[in-house]
């Protein structure tokens, strides 16, 4: 029988609607226009409340309440449109999802009427027109997924009112009112209808939190990220230990690394190795590499076994003897190098200038990239790969890729920067000294040529690299942080340490409303180690220095176990600047070590909003599916349950199932009605006497001597047999129904 309830709403039902609107007024205009967040709820409120009242008068008239939907839909879609349209630089979008970084009139005035025609539509609808307490949650996700993807969360006050508003309005929802002579059939269509609407619902919500962009105060990133998966983050390459890249990751908010360990390390002591470099800026584009400087040279550990600490000693030694008396006065006030080796300092620059390192990896990469430490001058690795080569940019690959999970060991320089002798020779003619150093025999040809090569490297690597991401700020700024320093070392100190000076903290949640440096140098000021790089590097480039973005890997205290060895993931990834220096070669700076790290005690609130959520959406699968719950557990826990509460329990669910079918009120359907509706309508007789004379013998008899034994096969049985009733029900009136339309089309055609 078709049934024909019609949902009834009275006008006491009212404040608790408004209520319910207002709250979710409040929570997104916090989130969009808190400057003005007064003036904007108030106008919200009523709009949303005008739409509720527009949609509930046509409640009867569903004609007219679709042409209502279509035409604010149509002024929904024209404000957008308009909105595309900047002004003052920035569109519709970038007021909605930045956080009320500032307010236009405009701009508000077209959020609140797209907001309130969705929010007051919505709640009319799964209010009086198909009531459903799950979809009604629906207009509260608005506000929480803004605030999670932009404004940092909404504060616990506004989540609590938000839920009150909710509670408040499904707990007095429209009801459905059948007539008494109705046989109330349960459609299992409109249950396949609200489970498509749930995950159609979902999936709209998780598209949403992963493409909305969001700014700099996402309390819960991390999580989001991880669920939702974003390109770009800067641990996106460091997964897996690839080939060369073209180009450099950048800090898009996905930087949530996957903590596989990727190599295990074998070193000395804690220090920065390199993996690759990139020479030219591109803004959001990130860091790409210069072709011009891509060439590697296989010759190349013949020509790098010399050491600054080295140079320094024989410089000074040959001074001291007699030889370079043109330099002797400048050599005489240089010490010798200072080196740190194993824990120890050692000051004689002729004894352990060198270490070992090896490398095991471990993630099944099998790549030709080889992973070392700045100044390495030796590798030994399995000869299947061929020759190894290695670029101007300090970065070393091999002919072949290395097997899955191969090992090389390598060796390196230890230098520490010797101050005193890189200003010394910015007072003179580098090229010069050496070549004089190399006539008198102090150094050796092939050593000279090599100096005087990786100088020559870097004039023409500063020439060919500095225009590419430089602006007039950065210039500028560098004069600043450089203003009376004259020796390029101090010049990279102080840039080092200007980040810790200037407010600058290390953020891993951070979420750059613009990936750019400019950005993060003068507005932001909040990042992670690409950002502080790419900074360090543009000013260092700035400042007269030949600087260059390097990315590596972070061998530090953390990830040293045990055995002694470094395990490192790609939560270790590390980009830093190196710059070179007369004497020297290149030094790596890294602005991270002054900076303070942004820890995660902080993001309480972004608990309280997941926890929230989380809490939502189960509330809202347990409302759905609340009656197959409500079975499962029954017949879990029927066994457990003693004789009266097993005869309680089954008698009372038998009740409700013969209610459904005639339209009765369960509470006042005596037992009597339930055997005679489940007798006559499913032709379950001997089911319905067995489970109505236990009830009878319990709330009638002694109360103890009830057999409980089949109560719950024989429940089973009239529960299926309701179902088959009811899709016979349905098939029946389908089937007339197109008999009917059938026939009516066929008189048509006789007549």
Not at 710 to 727: A, D, F, P, V
């Amino acid at each position: 029988m078709k049934n024909k309830s019609k949902p009834i709403f009275i006008t006491r039902e009212y404040p608790a609607v408004f209520l319910y609107l207002a709250a979710i007024s409040l929570s997104l205009m916090y989130v969009i226009s808190r400057s003005r967040i007064v003036v904007c709820t108030v106008a919200m409120t009523v709009f949303s409340v005008g739409v509720f009242m527009l949609f509930y008068a046509l409640r009867r008239h569903k004609g007219f309440a679709a042409l209502a939907a279509l035409a604010l839909g149509f002024v929904c879609m024209t404000l957008l449109h308009m909105g595309q349209y900047t002004r003052g630089g920035n569109s519709i979008m970038d007021y909605i999802f930045t956080a009320s970084s500032f307010f236009d009139p405009f701009f508000a005035g077209a959020s609140i009427v797209i907001f309130s025609a969705v929010v007051g539509f919505t709640c009319c609808y799964f209010l009086v027109y198909s009531p459903r307490p799950c979809f009604l949650m629906l207009p509260s996700f608005i506000p929480l997924i803004l605030s999670a993807r932009t404004a940092g969360g909404l504060p616990e006050g506004m989540l609590i009112f938000m839920l009150a508003g909710f509670a408040a309005s499904a707990a007095v929802m429209a009801h459905p009112e059948f007539p008494a002579e109705n046989i109330y059939i349960r459609d299992k269509r409109s249950a396949r209808e609200r489970i498509g609407a749930v995950l159609t619902a979902g999936a709209v919500l998780a598209g949403l939190l992963a493409v909305i962009p969001r700014s700099d105060e996402t309390p819960q990133g991390e999580y989001l990220d991880n669920v939702f998966s974003e390109t770009g983050g800067y641990y996106a390459a460091s997964e897996r230990l690839t080939n060369f890249l073209m180009s450099s990751s950048v800090n898009t908010g996905a930087n949530s690394p996957q903590g596989n360990l990727l190599f295990i390390a074998k070193a000395d002591a804690p220090m920065t190795v390199v993996r690759w470099a990139f020479d030219e800026y591109y803004g959001s584009d990130g860091w790409r590499t210069s072709r011009e400087f891509d060439t590697g040279y296989a010759d190349w550990q013949s020509t790098a076994n010399h050491s600054s600490a080295e140079l320094v000693y024989r410089l000074k030694n040959s001074a001291e003897e007699g030889r370079l008396e043109e330099y002797a006065g400048l050599l005489e006030d240089v010490p010798y190098s200072v080196n740190y080796i194993s824990g120890q300092y050692i000051e004689d620059g002729t004894d352990a200038l060198s270490a070992d390192m090896g490398i095991l990896i471990q993630d099944g990469s099998q790549t030709s990239v080889i992973i070392h430490p700045s100044d390495t001058f030796k590798l030994n690795v399995q000869w299947y790969s061929g020759r190894s080569f290695r670029t101007m940019r300090d970065e070393i690959f091999t002919e072949s890729n290395l097997r899955s999970n191969a090992s090389y060991s390598l060796s390196y320089f230890t230098d520490l920067p010797n101050e005193e002798f890189i200003k010394a020779v910015e007072k003179i003619d580098f090229e010069q000294l050496i070549a004089d150093a190399a006539e008198e025999n102090v150094i050796t040809n092939s050593t000279a040529n090599a100096l005087i090569d990786e100088r020559d490297f870097a004039e023409r690597y500063r020439e060919v690299t500095y225009a590419r991401g430089m602006t007039e700020n950065i210039e500028r700024l560098a004069e600043e942080i450089t203003a009376g320093l004259d020796s390029d070392y101090d010049k990279a100190l102080a840039i080092e340490r200007w980040f810790g000076e200037s407010g600058f903290v290390y953020d891993m949640d951070f979420v750059p409303a613009v990936v750019d440096a400019e950005y993060f140098i003068f507005d932001s000021k909040t990042g992670i180690c690409s950002d502080f790089a790419t900074a360090a590097t543009l000013i260092a480039r700035a400042a007269g220095l030949t600087a260059r973005y390097t990315e590596g890997f972070n061998l530090s205290e953390e990830v040293l176990e045990e055995d002694g060895l470094f395990h490192v993931t790609d939560a270790q990834a590390h980009a830093v600047s190196s710059i070179y220096m007369e004497g020297f070669g290149w030094m790596l700076i890294d602005p991270t070590r002054y900076v303070p790290v942004v820890n995660d005690e902080e993001g309480g609130s972004g608990a309280i909003l997941l926890c929230v959520v989380a809490a939502g959406i189960i509330a809202v699968v347990v409302m759905i599916f609340r009656r197959q719950l409500s079975e499962l557990l029954f017949a879990a826990a029927f066994p457990l349950r003693k004789p009266k509460s097993k005869i309680r329990g089954v008698y009372l669910r038998t009740r409700a199932l013969a209610a459904s079918i005639s339209g009765k009120n369960p509470d006042s359907t005596a037992v009597g009605e339930v055997r005679d509706i489940i007798t006559r309508t499913l032709s379950l007789p001997r089911q319905a006497n067995r489970i109505c004379d236990a009830a009878d013998e319990l709330f009638y008899g002694s109360g103890g001597t009830a057999e409980t034994k089949g109560l719950l096969r024989c429940y089973k049985q009239i529960k299926k047999m309701k179902r088959r009733m009811r899709k016979c029900r349905i098939s029946q009136a389908i089937s007339r129904r197109w008999r009917s339309r059938c026939s009516f089309l066929f008189s048509l055609t006789a007549a």
